[in-house]
């Protein structure tokens, strides 16, 4: 059973940026896709970016600009970076697995609850 | 842009059967996926590839997708089905999630 296990730094002040890691266990890591999505407080899902087995990476255009998402086949684990956040950046944020590049978001980590304010 | 549309909330007594739609034009030539969220907790995935049942999701749950609209139905609805249900498709590389419905039981 493929779990996900994700950390990172809670709280941030504007402009500066967040980082995010996802461990990967029970499971293969290689011939995945690798999700990050994001849920500000009471509202809707909303998908960030992906990052294929080969490295490649598809980002949601609203966020490209700010938006860095890499893989560490050798540690079975992959981030997001999400630079000069902002309070409109304040959400849960949610790693997921998909088996391949339109498909469904199978596995999640347990979130996390990114908040920027100054 | 793609935007999928959820009605925002549907009620359904126990026992009965909830229809819970995803509309956008076209839906029916991609594939959706649909999600379950209790409050406080991880989306869950419970129908994949329009009406497919991942491993462990009770067979209450069925999908269907035709035309524009994509549908979640969910028989003989029990309390621990009161959730936010989230579709979901690709449009051109890009992730695409739903509204949300918060389906309610009374």
């Known amino acids: 059973q493929v779990q996900l296990q994700q950390w990172g730094a809670g709280l941030l002040k504007p402009s500066e940026t967040m980082s995010l890691t996802c461990a990967v266990y029970?499971?293969?890591?290689?011939?995945?896709?690798w999700s990050w999505i994001r849920q500000p407080p009471g509202k809707g899902l909303e998908w960030i970016g992906e990052?294929?087995?080969?490295?490649?990476?598809k980002y949601n255009p609203s966020l490209k600009s700010r938006v860095t998402t890499l893989i560490d086949t050798s540690k079975n684990q992959f981030s997001l970076k999400l630079t000069s956040v902002a309070a409109a950046d304040t959400a849960v944020y949610y790693c997921?697995?998909?088996?391949?590049?339109?498909?469904?978001?199978?596995?999640w980590g347990q979130g996390t609850l990114v908040s920027v304010s100054s | 842009s793609y935007v999928l549309t959820q009605s925002p909330s549907v009620s359904v007594a126990p026992g009965q059967t909830a229809r819970l739609t995803c509309g956008e034009s076209?839906?029916?030539?991609?594939?959706v996926h649909w999600y379950q969220q209790k409050p406080g907790q991880a989306p869950v995935l419970v129908i994949h590839?329009?009406?497919d049942r991942p491993s462990g999701i009770p067979d209450r749950f069925s999908g269907s997708n035709s035309g524009n609209t994509a549908t979640l139905t969910i028989s003989r609805v029990e309390a621990g089905d009161e959730a936010d249900y989230y579709c979901?498709?690709?449009?051109?590389?890009?992730?695409?999630f739903g509204g949300g419905t918060k389906l309610i039981v009374l």
């Open positions: 076209d839906i029916g030539r991609k594939s």
């Open positions: 997921a697995m998909s088996y391949d590049s339109t498909g469904s978001f199978d596995y």
């Open positions: 979901q498709v690709w449009d051109n590389d890009r992730g695409i």
């Open positions: 029970g499971g293969s890591f290689t011939g995945y896709h």
């Open positions: 990052v294929s087995p080969s490295g490649g990476t």
């Open positions: 590839y329009d009406g």
